[in-house]
């Protein structure tokens, strides 16, 4: 079993990661962080959300950093602005104890003056939606000459929000990069193409086994009811869990709409986030949770990206996600940075079966609760 230290990081930031409570190398940063540590390397590395990615490259990344330099050396892109800043934010916690490396998130649904503002100061790392990237270079308030290191984070989330061209404009334009990291949870064609045509043959390949995605402190556990009954399961099962706080699931924007007004009407303080809500409402939800004045969040899939609040008690599966990807992604948001948590999946006969596939595929067990 390797530390951090055996991994090649340095004390300080081997510190900052302590105080994080990051002590024991999760799979992906056992295999990941030497071989970026190495020297320039280019890397394909399939991970899902809550693997512990964001350390596996962000450290190589700080520590590769010139700090006496002010230049942007180092670029990290995300799908989503949630995504975007919460790297940012992690990648300012590690630098706790070493010297200062100035991080700057910058995305869309954000006033681009203020964003320009901030890159005037001394930035050597930045972190980006695709789109505000390319919107800023165009209007050349970003210089990315001296970018050595391109990290895309999500790349297949990206992908299918529509960034093939932008991640393909981004990366032909950068005249002095000598190490391009791709993490992605899946290796859809679209970015089989991207790696073609960016990475170099020779790309480092590596794989988290399926087997090790899903999170071992995680309690998974499902109610058998059918359509009618499942309002009344959800509120049992957060009667259950007294104050705890978690994230709800639904597929469609409708049921997590609708579901909303239900729990609201039974005094249970929650909110909803969905792709219709204006970044300035989904802010706002999101600041609330936070701040624990709503007790439960309900979310779909595409919106609950990039979410990582400490904490969540529960993941509830009101409505089960098709594919295996989903559900890890799902079940990721609790028992985060090694505490426990519980996947509770609501469940008619029909859909017996997906719970099944579940196990199967990621390896993992459900137990009934009556």
């Given at each position: 079993?390797?530390?951090?230290?055996?991994?090649?990081i340095?004390?300080?930031?081997?510190?900052?990661?302590?105080?994080?409570?990051?002590?024991?190398?999760?799979?992906?940063?056992?295999?990941?962080?030497?071989?970026?540590?190495?020297?320039?390397?280019?890397i394909?590395a399939?991970?899902?959300?809550?693997t512990?990615?964001?350390?596996?490259?962000?450290?190589p990344?700080?520590?590769?950093?010139d700090?006496?330099?002010?230049?942007?050396?180092?670029?990290?892109?995300?799908?989503?602005?949630?995504?975007?800043?919460?790297?940012?934010k992690?990648?300012f916690?590690?630098?706790?104890?070493?010297?200062?490396i100035?991080?700057?998130?910058?995305?869309?649904g954000?006033?681009?003056?203020?964003?320009?503002?901030?890159?005037?100061?001394?930035?050597?790392?930045i972190?980006?939606?695709?789109?505000?990237?390319?919107?800023l270079?165009?209007?050349k308030?970003?210089?990315?000459n001296s970018?050595?290191?391109?990290?895309l984070?999500?790349?297949?989330?990206?992908?299918?929000m529509g960034?093939k061209?932008?991640?393909?404009?981004?990366?032909?334009?950068l005249?002095?990069i000598k190490?391009?990291?791709?993490?992605?949870?899946t290796?859809p064609?679209?970015?089989?193409e991207i790696?073609?045509?960016?990475?170099?043959?020779?790309?480092?390949?590596?794989?988290?086994?399926?087997?090790?995605?899903?999170?071992k402190?995680?309690?998974?556990q499902?109610?058998?009811?059918?359509?009618?009954?499942?309002?009344h399961?959800?509120?049992?099962f957060l009667?259950?869990?007294?104050?705890n706080?978690?994230?709800?699931?639904?597929?469609t924007?409708?049921?997590?709409?609708?579901?909303?007004?239900?729990?609201?009407?039974?005094?249970?303080a929650?909110?909803?986030?969905?792709?219709d809500?204006?970044?300035?409402?989904?802010?706002?939800?999101?600041r609330?949770?936070?701040?624990?004045?709503?007790?439960?969040l309900?979310?779909?899939d595409?919106?609950?990206r990039?979410?990582d609040i400490?904490?969540?008690t529960?993941?509830a599966?009101?409505?089960?996600?098709?594919?295996d990807?989903?559900?890890?992604?799902?079940?990721?948001?609790?028992?985060r940075?090694g505490?426990?948590?519980?996947?509770?999946?609501?469940?008619s006969?029909?859909e017996?079966?997906?719970?099944?596939?579940?196990e199967?595929n990621?390896?993992?067990?459900?137990?009934?609760?009556?």
């Amino acid at each position: 079993m390797k530390n951090f230290e055996e991994l090649g990081i340095s004390s300080g930031f081997v510190k900052g990661l302590a105080e994080l409570n990051i002590v024991e190398p999760t799979d992906i940063q056992k295999k990941v962080i030497p071989v970026l540590l190495a020297g320039a390397t280019d890397i394909v590395a399939q991970a899902q959300t809550g693997t512990g990615k964001t350390a596996a490259y962000g450290i190589p990344l700080l520590e590769k950093m010139d700090s006496n330099k002010n230049a942007v050396q180092g670029l990290v892109l995300c799908p989503t602005r949630e995504l975007a800043k919460q790297v940012a934010k992690q990648l300012f916690r590690f630098t706790k104890y070493t010297t200062k490396i100035f991080t700057e998130a910058v995305y869309g649904g954000e006033h681009i003056d203020r964003q320009i503002a901030s890159l005037k100061r001394p930035t050597q790392i930045i972190v980006a939606t695709p789109g505000r990237l390319i919107d800023l270079v165009n209007r050349k308030a970003v210089d990315l000459n001296s970018v050595k290191t391109v990290v895309l984070d999500e790349a297949d989330e990206m992908l299918s929000m529509g960034f093939k061209k932008e991640l393909d404009d981004i990366l032909g334009h950068l005249p002095s990069i000598k190490n391009k990291w791709l993490f992605s949870a899946t290796i859809p064609n679209g970015i089989q193409e991207i790696i073609s045509k960016h990475l170099s043959k020779d790309a480092e390949r590596i794989e988290v086994k399926r087997e090790n995605i899903v999170n071992k402190n995680i309690s998974h556990q499902f109610v058998m009811c059918n359509d009618s009954e499942k309002f009344h399961a959800l509120q049992l099962f957060l009667k259950s869990e007294h104050k705890n706080r978690g994230v709800i699931f639904c597929k469609t924007k409708a049921a997590t709409k609708k579901l909303t007004k239900q729990l609201i009407a039974k005094n249970i303080a929650a909110d909803a986030i969905h792709g219709d809500l204006m970044q300035k409402e989904r802010d706002k939800v999101m600041r609330a949770f936070k701040n624990e004045t709503i007790r439960v969040l309900v979310a779909t899939d595409v919106a609950a990206r990039g979410i990582d609040i400490s904490g969540l008690t529960f993941v509830a599966h009101y409505q089960l996600p098709e594919n295996d990807e989903y559900y890890t992604h799902r079940s990721g948001r609790t028992a985060r940075a090694g505490k426990v948590g519980v996947s509770m999946c609501f469940v008619s006969n029909s859909e017996l079966r997906i719970l099944r596939n579940y196990e199967r595929n990621l390896d993992i067990k459900f137990r009934q609760v009556k």
